[in-house]
């Protein structure tokens, strides 16, 4: 078993950064990918990012690329997910999840662990 909590959600101005972080515990997912999703308020749940299980590559959703960095430290059994030039509509609660088949997935049904979420609210 896999459990996963994220932390470091908050209120920034738009154009700022924010920082999340997903710590595992139970087994290490040091071999799993690593993904994070959103949900904004009425809207369906969305891809973010992904790493692969060695760190090697990683894949963005257009909407958030070239601003959002996903990094992983298997060693700290941690995975992050770096926030810069904040948008209003960047505003959902962000989620962290693991799939245990270790390649980079973009749909929500490949992952099999979960974390609670963390709110991230980016003010105009």
């Known amino acids: 078993q896999v459990q996963l909590v994220e932390s470091g959600g908050g209120l920034v101005q738009a154009g700022g950064s924010l920082r999340l972080s997903c710590a595992g515990s139970g087994r290490t997912f040091s071999n799993y990918a690593m993904g994070w999703f959103r949900q904004a308020p009425g809207k369906e749940r969305e891809f973010v990012a992904s790493?692969?299980?060695?760190?090697?590559?990683?894949y963005y959703a257009d909407s958030v690329k070239g601003r959002f960095t996903i990094l992983r430290d298997n060693a700290k059994n941690t995975v992050s997910l770096q926030m810069n030039s904040l948008k209003p509509e960047d505003t959902a609660v962000y989620y962290c999840?693991?799939?245990?088949?270790?390649?980079?997935?973009?749909?929500?049904?490949?992952?099999?662990?979960w974390g609670q979420g963390t709110q991230v609210t980016v003010s105009s």
């Open positions: 790493i692969s299980w060695t760190g090697g590559s990683t």
């Open positions: 999840a693991a799939n245990t088949g270790g390649t980079i997935r973009t749909m929500s049904y490949h992952y099999d662990y």
